[in-house]
């Protein structure tokens, strides 16, 4: 089980996550989207395709840019489509 917080507050659980790049991508039904709102920021990786982030909020504070999915994958990376990753600078991810 693969779990990640910020500030103790669980941001997303699951047993069913993909390692790609040394980084868990977790499914979206096992993310608990309450904690997060859309960020207009996106980057493009050469292999996944463009990605799409999230901000996460948690007892009034913001965590810019805290997650990031893939809405639309290149075809080598369809299995991590909507899946969503978390930068382990800014949340606690124990493994």
């Known amino acids: 089980m693969v779990k990640v917080t910020l500030n103790g507050t669980v941001l997303a ?9 040394n980084n868990h991508y977790f499914p979206p039904s096992d993310v608990k989207k309450e904690y997060f709102n859309d960020s207009p920021t996106s980057t493009i ?7 799409s982030y999230y ?5 009034g504070e913001t965590v810019k840019d805290a997650a990031w999915y893939y809405p639309n994958t290149k075809e080598a990376a369809n299995n991590i489509k909507d899946y969503v990753a978390f930068y382990k600078n800014k949340v606690t991810i124990e493994a």
């Open 45 to 51: 990786c050469g292999w996944k395709g463009t990605a």
């Open 13 to 21: 659980e699951s047993d069913k996550t993909i390692v790609v790049e």
């Open 55 to 59: 901000n996460a909020n948690v007892g």
